[in-house]
Each structure stands twice: as C-alpha cells, then as structure tokens.
C-alpha cells in the first residue's frame, strides 16, 4: 500500500530529527505508520506497547533495529525480576494484609463507621493511586473518596489516618523475598520509576499515548534529552482518565500531525465517527476508504455486541445465551463475576470487600440507594438484573462463555474493545441519552448536553466495525437537539 500525504509528512518530519505527536484515527494504520517511519533510518529505537498483545505484534511489523516491548517488560528487565518469589504469592483477603501492617480497629467519621475490613481496602487502593502517578510521595489526593465521606473535612480525616499504614504497604514492597503485601506487577513499574531509568535508545515510540498512566509519562518524557521522542494515539478516543490515565499528547512540546485516512471502514461510517467526534468537541475528522462499503443499519447476526458498562454486557450474555448461542465476553469474566460474588455475599447478610459496594451492609441497603439516592442511579441496572436473574444465574453464565475462536458472538463493553475491531457491530441499549439539566429555578428544564466524555466512549464503539454497524443503543443521536448545531 502506497502510504498517503499525511504518512510521508509524518517520516519526513521523524527523519529531520524532531520530536513528534501523531494523532492518528480509528483505523488510520499507526503502527503501519510507526514501522513506516522505523524502516527510513538505521537508527536503533524503542516502541513501548499498550499491552503484551500489541507488543508481540508489533515485532512481526517493525525491523529488528526497533526492540518492541511494553512499559512493564522494561520494568521488570531493570528491577522487577528481583521479586519474582513475590509475583507468584497467592491471594490475601485485604484485612489480613491490614492486620499485618498494624490496621486492627475501626474507625468512625463523621456518622460513619468504617470497619477494619474497608480502612484496609482503602490502604492498598492507595498504594495502587500512588503507583499509578509521577509522584514520588504518598499524599491526600492518592487515598480513594468514599461514598458517604465526600466532604473535604471527612476526606482530610481518612488520609490522615491512613497514609501512615499505606506508607508502611510500600515499605513492605521493597522487600525481595516476603512482605505482608501482595506484590503485583505495578509496584516494580512504580520502583522503576522512581530510579529515573535512562532508556538506551536513539529514539522511543509511545503507543497509545492518550490513555497513558502518568508513572510511564515521567519515564518516557524524562528521554528527551538522548533520544527523539514520538507519541501516537487518539485523545478522541482517551477514555480511562477514571483510572488515571492521562492524554499526555495535547500538551506535548513538538510538531504535531494528523492521520485521518481510516482503511478500516467506509465513507458512510465515517461520517457516523465524526458526528460523535463534533460532540466530543475534537478537532479531529476521519475520511473513510471508498472501497470499504461500510452500511448502517440492523445487525440480525452480529460478530460483536459492546456495551457502555459490565452489567449491560451481562444482561447481553444471559439473553444471547437463553436464545442458544454460543458466547464469548471480551476481556473475560472477572468484573462481573466479582460484582456477582458481591451480590450474593450482600444477599446473604455478609459484608463485602467490593469497592463498589463496600458501603452497603445488606442487599436491602443497596436496593434503597439504587432506587432513592440520585448517586446510586448507575446502580440499578445491576440490582435490577441480580434481583431478576440471582448471583448464582449471573456466576453460571460467565462459567458457560466460550473462546472467541468457537463463539458465534463476543459481549464486551466499549473499554474493553477499543484497539479492536469486527466485521458486524450491534451497540448495546444501556448506552442512554442524556438527561435534561435540572436548573432548580422553577424554570423549564435545559436542554440535554452529551458530555464529551460519553461522546468519546461513543466514538470508540462506533469505529470498532468495517462492514455492518448497528447503532442500537445510540441511535438517539438523530433526534438530538446537540446534532443539529
């Protein structure tokens, strides 16, 4: 394939040396792009992946002057295989790993209690937030915000009490050998960081670059002075800033390109793109492929189901499932099987250590929070689906999902499917329009505002499809008074 104007000028601008942003759309070939740019010189380079999938394809595309790996694998080269006796622990409930740090009591805040089980939970989610950042200390904005604690008061309260037991967490980390604290794959990515790692390379590519957690940002951009630095992504499509990744591409000090020509799907689809794109206020606009004939409309035998959340996925999986097709869930099974474990320890009168559902006692308080309190409204599709179908039903369907390779049909929701793609795309109807905005003056209410958010989310669903896209569940876009402007 012969590349296009955009990936010319991309190579050119990579051969003068200077640093480079790449933001490249749904489809536009930007690892084709990257090899496109690796091949013009004898350089030796780095190309850090989004995960190991994409890092071992990236190796069959890239000459062997480029070492593909992730993030991680560099980490673990460095530092991380000297805990490899830890990487192998088995599982600890969260407060015995609390008690082994000296978190034995509870603790009340405000009209809250908060028994030893949750404080230890909220300690090792704080180790985790810490991890996930540049920084190199332990303060208030890494302990997590507590439903029923939200005010600054009641927060300021909590972190003082904790980060004494979360700064004892990371101290057990760095032992070698045992520690109280399950050691994960994060703390030696998190260790490595905080050694500022020179990486051995002429120039570095960054994949992904808008859904970059801020601990790789630190290393990657800590290069600059002995290697060319170029980042390629998509911020339409940076979607996880609610686990704190980080579109590190908008502010990045160097030229800035486009790709645009998506070979993935056709001209009709990519009008679609770009209506989510105008809402998500981006400046980027996609062309699709003339000879791609891309359609809108119904999906009756759809290669892909993808849903705005887990439980929409599961409410797919069951009705997919009691209509006799073979299933597959995108990602697996894990979220939902432990929002089922949940439920059914909640039903059963017994705490649970979700850190969803960590406030509520019983099922019953679930249920009057999903159903009365305007925070718990995410909520109520999945006590609606637990209270029609039981914990054990939901446990049987993620036990009964296939491969991919055997199903006649993958369930996953948006997140889980961005980077892929499948010929026939069907979205699912827990993607709701938004709701008018209460203005609380007695006046008529405003009208609904896509948040740029959902509009983002939307895209990515949407552009998952070369053949077939049935728009389902956001199909109300038509009838928006947003898409009209």
């Known amino acids: 394939m012969n590349p296009t104007d955009e990936q010319i000028a991309a190579a050119d601008t990579f051969r003068a040396g200077g640093h480079l942003a790449l933001q490249a759309g749904a489809g536009t070939g930007k690892t084709t792009t990257l090899a496109l740019l690796a091949q013009t010189t004898k350089r030796r380079g780095r190309y850090l992946a989004y995960n190991r999938a994409i890092a071992t394809d990236a190796r069959t595309r890239f000459p062997t002057t480029v070492a593909c790996k992730t993030a991680h694998a560099l980490a673990y080269a460095a530092v991380g295989h000297r805990y ?18 000296g978190l034995a009591k509870p603790l009340r805040i405000g009209d809250r209690e908060l028994t030893q089980k949750t404080l230890a939970n909220a300690t090792l989610r704080t180790v985790s937030r810490f991890c996930h950042t540049a920084d190199r200390t332990f303060t208030c904005h890494h302990v997590p915000r507590l439903r029923g604690l939200e005010a600054q008061a009641h927060h300021a309260e909590l972190a003082h009490h904790l980060l004494p037991f979360a700064r004892e967490a990371w101290t057990d980390l760095q032992h070698f050998d045992d520690g109280a604290v399950r050691f994960d794959h994060d ?19 960054l994949d992904e670059a808008q859904d970059t957690n801020p601990v790789v940002e630190q290393v990657f951009l800590a290069q600059r002075d002995h290697a060319q630095l170029v980042m390629v992504g998509d911020s339409a499509q940076a979607i ?13 000090d160097g030229t800035h390109l486009t790709l645009s020509q998506s070979f993935r799907f056709g001209p009709r689809l990519a009008e679609e793109a770009n209506r989510w794109l105008g809402l998500a206020d981006a400046p980027l606009r996609l062309r ?19 849903c705005r959340t887990n439980v929409g996925a599961m409410a797919q999986v069951m009705q997919l499932m009691a209509a006799g097709c073979r299933v597959a869930l995108g990602g697996g099974g894990q979220s939902l099987q432990s929002l089922a474990l949940a439920a059914r320890d909640l039903k059963e009168g017994r705490r649970t250590h979700h850190p969803e559902l960590l406030l509520f006692t019983t099922w019953a308080d679930l249920q009057d929070y999903a159903a009365y309190d305007p925070s718990g ?22 036990a009964r999902q296939v491969s991919e390779e055997s199903a006649e049909v993958t369930v996953s929701t948006a997140h889980k499917a961005k980077g ?18 209460e203005t609380g003056d007695g006046k008529p209410a405003r009208e609904p505002v896509v948040d740029d958010g959902e509009a983002r989310l939307a895209y990515v669903a949407v552009t998952r499809t070369r053949t077939l896209l049935d728009l389902g569940g956001l199909a109300w876009i038509d009838n928006h008074p947003q898409e009209d402007n």
Do not use: N
């Open 187 to 205: 703390h030696y990515l998190k260790i490595w960081a905080l050694t500022q790692p020179c990486i051995e390379a002429d120039f570095l590519f």
């Open 377 to 398: 409204r995410d909520l109520q599709p999945f006590v609606d689906l637990v209270d029609t179908h039981g914990p054990d039903a939901i446990l049987t369907s993620v």
């Open 420 to 437: 892929r793609e499948w010929a026939a795309v069907k979205i699912a109807g827990d993607f709701a329009p938004p709701s008018p905005v």
């Open 84 to 101: 490899t006796r830890r990487l192998g622990a088995p599982r600890r409930p969260a407060w015995q790993t609390g008690h082994a740090l």
């Open 288 to 306: 699709g492929t003339d000879a791609i004939p891309t359609e809108l409309g119904p999906a009756l035998r759809p290669d892909a189901v993808l």
């Open 240 to 252: 996880y800033h609610w686990r704190g990744a980080k579109d590190v591409m908008t502010g990045f």
